[in-house]
């Protein structure tokens, strides 16, 4: 017999938000510096920054398809997020990923991401984290980033998981809410709690919740 899964995010558990909430900054000023351009720049500190993505990559790529541009807009986001994390290695929740580590001997744990492939790759690779997950889902890379697609393909290939430990992305908990799989979101940055989903804050707390 299978061991269940415990399905989960990764930046917001085992890795801090930082690099993925930094990197459209580092996204615009390689945007910017291209197009010598300092206007572009105007996206960073707006709320809906990923709205300029599309003007700005139709100025970057005119010849490219839409489809095409999705593309290479990840793949530029996503070397902004490894390059931030090379020049922040204290990300990494070490506690969390240690025991998570243990939780291995009686279930399978799953990875549910926006990350694609190569990307996370990259990304286990650069935080020491490749052989942490027994199962792993990935975004396709001319997917838009979109949480729900993710987690339908992973729900087809390997059914619910027991739990799903999320971080602040508020797609997720109500796609689970709808499949009625239990949820948890993993507040450890203090964020804003996310009506109806129940919030742990802390190791502690996270382990209570699996017991």
């Excluded at 139709?58 to 986001?77: G, H, M, N, V």
């Excluded at 949820?183 to 919030?199: H, P």
Aim: proline letters at 2%; charged letters at 30%.
């Amino acid at each position: 017999m299978k061991k269940p899964i415990i399905a989960t995010t990764f930046a917001g558990l085992f890795v801090k938000q930082e690099p993925w909430d930094k990197a459209h900054i580092l996204w615009y000023e390689h945007a910017a510096k291209q197009l010598k351009d300092e206007t572009v720049k105007i996206w960073i500190n707006k709320a809906n920054y990923f709205q300029g993505v599309d003007e700005v990559m139709t100025r970057l790529y005119p010849s490219l398809s839409e489809k095409q541009r999705t593309i290479k807009a990840r793949e530029l986001f996503f070397d902004s997020v490894c390059q931030y994390i090379r020049q922040n290695s204290e990300i990494i929740n070490s506690d969390i990923v240690e025991y998570f580590k243990t939780l291995k001997k009686k279930y399978r744990l799953a990875l549910i991401t926006t990350n694609t492939k190569s990307a996370l790759e990259r990304i286990l690779s650069l935080t020491k984290l490749t052989n942490l997950f027994d199962i792993v889902e990935c975004s396709i890379p001319n997917e838009k980033d979109d949480k729900r697609i993710v987690f339908d393909r992973f729900l087809k290939k390997y059914g619910k998981p027991i739990i799903y430990i999320g971080g602040g992305r508020k797609d997720s908990y109500d796609f689970c809410r709808e499949q009625k799989i239990n949820c948890i979101f993993a507040n450890l940055e203090n964020q804003e709690n996310i009506e109806g989903v129940s919030t742990i804050h802390n190791l502690e707390e996270i382990k209570r919740n699996i017991s």
